[in-house]
């Protein structure tokens, strides 16, 4: 993949995080729990299984229900930074999972735009 790839992913990131820094976050202190690489992929997780449960048809998304995916998010956010840190100082998050972990967070953004407009149109 090359180290140009990896900076483009992380500048993109940090352009373009949406949720991280608002006001019902403590970024410090969810920055400072994100100790393994497992902390991270479970904030990953966390946010998947919101998104799989508001997907169902069935389920009607509600006002609550977006503030809890967009604190999710903005966590996952979070451990992505973490994950940029262990890239840069340690070898415990390779290219291609820093990479993967970007890539999955635009997923999620464009996943929650279509549940906005899912709670829209109810």
């Keep these: ?71 999710g998010i903005g966590e996952f956010e979070i451990a992505i930074s973490k994950a940029i840190q262990l890239y840069e100082h340690t070898i415990e998050i390779t290219e291609e999972e820093l990479i993967e972990l970007i890539d999955n967070l635009f997923s999620f953004y464009n996943e929650f735009e279509k549940l906005i407009t899912k709670k829209t149109f109810r």
């Design 1 to 71: 993949m090359g180290n140009k790839t990896v900076q483009i992913s992380i500048n993109k990131f940090r352009e373009k995080r949406r949720f991280s820094g608002e006001d019902f976050f403590k970024d410090n202190k969810v920055f400072n729990e994100m100790k393994t690489k497992q902390n991270i992929y479970r904030a990953r997780v966390i946010v998947q299984n919101h998104i799989d449960t508001y997907n169902d048809k069935s389920f009607d998304v509600g006002q609550e229900d977006i503030q809890d995916l967009k604190k």
